[in-house]
């Protein structure tokens, strides 16, 4: 039984006796390369002392066991285990067992290089040892052929193989003595077995082993020292440490770090480039040939010097050594940190390098010097975020929240603050403000004078106007040797045409022709805008008419000259000097009563005076002297514009500088566009318009105004900017409608209370849109007015049905129809479809509509009045009346009323009319009679008046 044993607690049964244990176990973790780790069990068992005759310890520390053959490493003896003091505390053997096990590890790392170099030594022994064989053997062969009889020769000597001389060189790294066994640990006790007698054999095994020569030659060589048993019955171990001076040597000493010697490493020899010895590779047992593969290489040279003694007492560092050894192995090499860095601190990599220059290069690796501080114009919206603010004033944004707190103002850098604020901190941080608002994103309009030499004669846009019917269409179809009356539905111009004739001279002039009817006076008014001279239009039979006056107002409004053709001259009825004499009622003097305005007399119909207009036009143009640039960005006005069922959005502009081309980018309004194609007044393809050119324009976003500015701008993203700001505004105008002030908030509850006539309008083009709309707006009443749901250009869609089976409102096309869904979707919800295409019965049928919707209209006509004399009392009835009927007649199926001041205090019905007891239907003027009323109406006083009337209902007309 081991002692291991007797110390275990057994159940039950007592202790034994007197005895003190003689194990003292601890656990001890061991770290390895690439963190590993390992916690192993280790025993001490310490020497017992029995009596004084105990010279000799009972137990021996273990002795070496025979090692097997195949364990070479451990045939080395144990290491012995060396007394451990019986006072040690529990954290001095803690520590004693680290250091211990440190040793060992250290111990047996020595022991595998140890091994590993004799091994490398004796590969160059045999190496060495082959070579001279080799030269031997050829000296003896030469010596041979030299020779005339050749001698036998003896077989070469066994001294002389390599084989036999490898345990001699295998004593040489046995030099230094080392206390522990390169097996790392031992938690088991070996039994203490007899030595056996040494045989003679035995050594020389061990030594085979030891070394690593592979012959396993019996040959008797001297053992090494290190690795000689002890025999039995010996105490100690093989003593491997030096005793300590000054210590009892019986006494064990404490373990400490043997001097190591290290060997000599010899050169890294060249390896040769044939292989070891066949027979020494076969026969090397396997365990020595594992140590040596460890063991490391011997090509790198050591930077440590050999010989040189570890430190007694350095800690067992092993970071250090994976230092050093790093560094030997990097050692030969050549790194970028090497190049750069011959003394070995670490290096700046080469980016930190380039860096480093490159911001040296920008002027901030050196000391700044102190700046001198900018004075930016700093653009302030009308609302801007702190933030936003400090970037466009290049200042730190903490430094303006500080500034606007120190002015009381608690802000945060995302907060906003108005223009006013933004003011101060500009002002405050030395900048200058420059104040914009959103409406600068919006095009400026152009008002910039052309230079004069880049301007160019350009054809004279003249504009057709007049009462409706007066003969404009057919005068400009005479001009143009067109017909276009013909084409006009009910004979009547209900959008503005623009036209361009080349005269005989090949001169051209530009005619636009204008709606008569005055629904269409925006028209009328756009026309007199953009013209250069208008031509009012007077039928010498009709004389002026409204229209006639509106035109000529119109004309005085634009400051635009004037040239009366009086037309229809061949009608019999035609009297030209009437007009002439009617204009001077309006301020328009002709040149035949003494004034400046041209005149003449013409007949659309006959072709009388044509030409004379024509030279009038002419000779008008001359005096103004039209001229324009042709050579930059064009603009120009929209006269109409449509929804083309094939073509999209179509503008008719009128160029009014600068030449428009196709591929030129714009905004037109609300709307952007790229000119897709531009088609003239006889629909023929063009590639560019030149000033005063009326031209359709293709490639709007959507549908403009009529009377909208048209301007090419630079580039697409600028175009659509403008357009989606512009947008923006018009949705802002129609969200927004609050009273301003009381008295048209008075006037918009008095409008609310009026009934609401809804309705959609869907027309050709934007003009008759806004002519209609206008004219339906006008209809309006206290009682009712339209509301418009919405306008719009182009055919009738199902949305537009959708919206009007909302309201349950009628939808009016004009010269458009509903498509198919439209009708399906219109049919199915009952909404009226109506189509026209004359404004004027659209106008008289809403008209009617919004009568009828009303209803019929009360009037009421007072029959009779009389004034109240006396009031008696009627009993039950309350109180009767006794009058005098001053006018007409009282009737007493008729309405009553009571006035006191022209204040009614009571209206219904007479309940007895009665003369002098008797009841009666009526009494006529100047009679009198006593009256009671149906409601016991009681509040009656003499000096009252009593009315009866009539209530006549009548059909509502607007
Ligand atoms: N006898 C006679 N009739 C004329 C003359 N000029 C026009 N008319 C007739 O007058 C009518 C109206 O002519 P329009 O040219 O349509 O008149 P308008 O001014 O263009 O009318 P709106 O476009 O509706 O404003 C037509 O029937 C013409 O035939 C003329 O010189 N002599």
Redesign the pocket.
Known sequence: MSETDNDKPKLGMRQPLGLKRTVETGKVKQSFSHGRSNTVIVETKRRRVLGPQGGAPETAAPAPTPAPATAAPAAAPVAPSRPVPSNETAQERQARLLREAEEQRLAMQEEARRRADAERQQRAEDDRARAEERARAEAEAAAAAAAPAPEPTPAPAPASNPVAEAPVQAEAPAAPTISVQPRPFRPVERPVIPAPEPKAEEPAKESAVEAPAPAPAPTPAPAPVAAKPAPAPAPAPVVTTPPILGRDPSMPAPRRFSPVQRPEIPKPAPKPAAAPAPAATASTPSAPSNNAASAPSGGAPRSMPSGQPTPRNAPPGRPQQRDRKGDERRGGKLTVTRALNEDGARARSLAALKRAREKEKRGFGGPREPQIKQVRDVQVPEAITVQELANRMAEKGADLVKALFKMGMPVTMTQTIDQDTAELLVTEFGHNIVRVSDSDIDLALDTTEDAVESLRPRPPVVTIM?H????????LDALRGTDV?RG?AG???QHIGAYQVTLKDKSKVTFLDT???EAFTQMRARGADVTDIVVL?VAADDGLMPQTIEAINHTKAAGKPMIVAI??I??HDANAQRVRERLLEHDVQVEDMGGETQDVEV????KIGLDTLIEKIQLQAELLELTANPDRAAEGSVVEAKLDKGRGPVATVLVTRGTLKVGDVFVVGAESGKVRALVDDKGRQVKEAGPAMPVEVLGLSGVPQAGDLLQVVENEARAREVAEYRQSVLLQKRTTSAPASLESMFSALKANQAKEYPLVVKADTQGTVEAIVASINKIASDLIKARILHSGVGGITESDVTLAAASGAPIIGFNVRANAKAREIAERNKVALKYYDVIYDLIDEIRAGMAGELGPEAFETVVGRAEIREVFSAGKIGKAAGLLVTEGVIRKALKARITRNDVIIYQGEINSLRRFKDDVAEVRAGLECGVTFTQNFTDIKPGDYLETFEVELRERSL
Do not use: M, R, W
């Open positions: 007049g409706v019917d007066h003969g404009k269409t057919s005068l009356v006009e004979g009547i111009t709606p008569g009817h239009v037309n229809k061949d009608k007949s659309a119909l006959k």
